[in-house]
């Protein structure tokens, strides 16, 4: 075991430097409080000083270092500019907030962390990555599926947005980047769990193809047991009816190969469990099986468990 600050030292003597934290939200004194993080800024004299003494107010024991070579400049700062290389996603529960007639929503993640907002066109971009998760975007497209979200909600007010979605009211449309470019980096800095951003956009499938694919690994998994690996690197719990339907989504299966498989396996069997209530039928039955199939494949795709064999093409 190492301190922080003997890490450093030792990285730097191998022509290295450290960057900063997997955890970007760990680097920020978010989560102490105020007058220990005023102290904080007192005391440290780096970066390091200060990262070394967050470690001990945290009891901080495991770390998930980035770093570089030393020859490498680092902007040092945080820069929304940046973010236009960039792909984001989110999956953050939105709650309306009454305050003094203003329009504010909060979004909140998985865990707990929040983002507060009255910008319309960040709330748009919020909901619209919530419904199309996981999928990743630009912060350009973001722009303009909000856009076409707000006109589409409230047309009254289109001569508010329309000269920023085609780009006639630059403007406009600069002033809404920026703010939506702040909001994701500040839910960002907040939790990774609220906006996540990314380098490439994946390959991800929200919509369901003639003919299903899920990874191979996950495939496999599924044969032995009820947790498997998606696209996100994390494991997700899958029920009876994934665990018999995961390992045929080899691309060559339609919907109805999935029904007629179910009806000829589980069912027939009797190893197949109906819901509380269903009472299948010779008549019912095959509308009870598609009914359970498009929603467990419905919900293989929200668990990143889909892909397309060939990502989209986008000129950015």
């Not at 760990?26 to 105020?34: C, D, E, K």
Request: proline share 4%; hydrophobic share 40%; net charge neutral.
């Amino acid at each position: 075991a190492f301190y922080f600050h003997q890490f450093v030292e030792a990285i730097e003597k191998q022509g290295l430097r450290y960057v900063g934290d997997a955890d970007f939200n760990s680097m920020l004194a978010t989560n102490i409080p105020p007058q220990a993080a005023a102290h904080l800024q007192k005391i440290a004299r780096s970066s390091v000083d200060a990262e070394q003494y967050m470690d001990f107010m945290r009891n901080r024991s495991f770390r998930r270092s980035i770093i570089c070579r030393q020859e490498v400049k680092l902007g040092g700062s945080l820069s929304a500019a940046a973010l236009q290389r960039l792909y984001f996603s989110a999956h953050a529960r939105p709650e309306p907030v009454e305050k003094e007639g203003n329009t504010l929503v909060k979004f909140i993640s998985s865990d707990e962390a929040s983002l507060t907002t009255d910008h319309p066109v960040s709330i748009a971009a919020l909901n619209h990555m919530n419904k199309q998760w996981p999928q990743r975007f630009r912060l350009h497209e973001l722009l303009n599926l909000a856009y076409d979200a707000l006109l589409e909600i409230n047309p009254a007010i289109a001569e508010n947005w329309s000269g920023a979605r085609t780009g006639q009211d630059a403007a406009q449309r600069q002033q809404d980047g920026m703010a939506l470019a702040n909001n994701l980096l500040r839910a960002f800095c907040n939790s990774a769990e609220l906006v996540n951003f990314h380098s490439h956009r994946g390959n991800f499938v929200t919509t369901l193809s003639h003919r299903p694919r899920a990874t191979s690994w996950a495939r496999w998994q599924a044969r032995t047991r009820t947790k498997v690996a998606n696209l996100w690197l994390n494991r997700v719990d899958i029920d009876v009816t994934g665990q018999f339907l995961l390992p045929l989504l080899d691309g060559t299966h339609t919907v109805d190969d999935l029904v007629e498989a179910m009806a000829q396996g589980p069912v027939t069997s009797g190893d197949w469990p109906f819901e509380a209530g269903q009472k299948p039928s010779s008549d019912n039955l095959p509308e009870i099986l598609r009914g359970s199939v498009e929603g467990c494949l419905h919900w293989f795709a929200k668990a990143a468990l889909l892909y397309e064999d060939f990502p989209r093409d986008v000129k950015d």
